[in-house]
């Protein structure tokens, strides 16, 4: 019998590639449009190398698959705190840390096969990011008060 061109490893990447470009391409496109740091290709990575590790540990170990999920998760939580500015009473790259954290999450769920939670999380997260700024104190209101000068 001769080899089949795809296994099915194969058609789960294949796949796992289509869906972690496009969720990362919407998701940084909206970041990089408001002139953040980390855009599209900021988010297209790191969807398809959460969805990377996430299918290799399913055929590496595929007795607890979620332990790396989990390493995904604290990793890209750590990239994401590097993101994270304080700035003259006020702070800075929370939104897209927060966005890159989603997206590993995207990417962790397309690499399990949940293309549905995947696409309904990337379409949630563009609308949410879309939504005006309601009831944020856009960095007007400090975070700490300010020094006291000539304290005696």
């Not at 194969?10 to 998701?27: E, N, Q």
């Not at 855009?39 to 595929?62: E, K, N, W």
């Not at 397309?110 to 990337?122: C, E, H, M, S």
Request: proline share 4%; glycine share 12%.
């Amino acid at each position: 019998m001769a080899d089949p061109i795809l296994t099915i490893i194969d058609a789960y990447f294949l796949t796992g590639v289509v869906f972690t470009f496009v969720a990362g391409f919407l998701i940084g496109f909206e970041r990089g449009s408001k002139g953040e740091a980390a855009g599209v290709r900021t988010h297209t990575l790191v969807c398809f190398g959460a969805m990377v590790f996430t299918l290799i540990s399913q055929y590496v170990d595929p007795a607890s698959p979620s332990r790396i999920a989990a390493n995904v998760a604290t990793g890209v939580g750590f990239i994401g705190a590097g993101l994270i500015m304080h700035y003259r009473g006020s702070v800075k790259g929370l939104t897209t840390a927060a966005t890159l954290w989603l997206t590993a999450a995207i990417g962790v769920a397309i690499g399990f096969g949940f293309y549905v939670i995947a696409v309904l999380a990337t379409v949630s997260a563009f609308v949410i990011l879309k939504l005006p700024h309601i009831g944020e104190n856009k960095g007007k209101v400090p975070l700490t008060k300010a020094p006291i000068k000539n304290r005696v």
